[in-house]
């Protein structure tokens, strides 16, 4: 059983559904990731996601946008965000979020083996279409790492067929059309598309894209098996991190969007 199974399982019988937090890997400093995921697991994060820094992140809003664009800048690399989440994967559950690009420039078998090495449980390719993953897919499964695959509210029947034929760990299921970014309401109709997916697979359903705040994380929590949020968080990490000033109300503020998920 893979570690994104085994946490998912834990919840189950605990009663609670998944804190899935997001981070661009190097922005803040990729020095500071391993300080910024041990407060969010204090706060209760459930699994992490990283997101690998790219030059072209189509399916991001301008908050990631512009933290991509930082790490960027800072010099962050495929290669040196790897180094850096072996630190700390074995805390919890830790997915790598990005494009197809930087993992086909590497090649394939090689990059599931470097993310293997570091302890990686999954990996989201944002914009790699389930119909020509079957590569990655068993690239990635040869070093125990989760294919996760997102599923949107315009996709077809068709479409979440091949999804869920392919994806483990989770499903991602996208809030709404469009791109990442934190919103005040979220989109009634997710819980159509959980509904969907959900009676194509029995792997878990998160919900993404404009979650940020508790009653969000509620309201998906119950269709869904869980909450990924994103943009609030890279946002406030920008403005508030600090070389770890205010990690105390990250903390504060994690467990309150983990307590949401409870019952």
Not at 172 to 195: C, F, I, N
Not at 247 to 256: F, G, H, N, W, Y
């Amino acid at each position: 059983m893979s570690r994104i199974e085994t946490a998912f399982e834990g919840l189950r019988a605990r009663g609670e559904k998944a804190l899935v937090l997001y981070v661009t890997a190097g922005d803040p400093s990729l020095t500071d990731l391993p300080d910024i995921v041990d407060a969010l697991v204090e706060g209760g994060a459930d699994i992490v996601e990283v997101g690998i820094p790219f030059s072209d992140p189509i399916a991001d809003g301008p908050t990631i946008q512009a933290s991509t664009q930082r790490a960027l800048d800072r010099g962050v690399t495929p290669i040196a965000v790897l180094e850096t989440v072996a630190a700390f994967s074995g805390k919890v559950p830790t997915v790598l979020m990005g494009y197809y690009n930087p993992v086909l420039r590497m090649g394939l078998e090689t990059f599931a083996k470097r993310a293997g090495g570091a302890g990686v449980a999954g990996a989201i390719l944002t914009d790699l279409t389930p119909e020509e993953s079957d590569d990655w897919v068993a690239a990635s499964r040869a070093r125990a790492i989760a294919s996760v695959f997102l599923a949107a509210p315009t996709s077809t029947d068709a479409r979440l067929d091949e999804v869920c034929k392919r994806a483990n760990g989770f499903v991602y299921a996208v809030s709404r059309t469009g791109v990442t970014g934190a919103a005040q309401e979220v989109p009634p109709d997710v819980q159509d598309l959980v509904r969907r997916v959900k009676s194509r697979t029995e792997v878990p359903v998160c919900v993404g894209f404009g979650i940020s705040t508790p009653d969000h994380v509620r309201m998906v929590c119950e269709v869904a098996d869980g909450a990924v949020i994103g943009s609030w968080l890279v946002q406030w990490l920008a403005e508030h991190w600090r070389v770890g000033a205010g990690r105390a109300e990250l903390v504060d503020r994690i467990r309150s969007l983990k307590e949401a998920t409870r019952g």
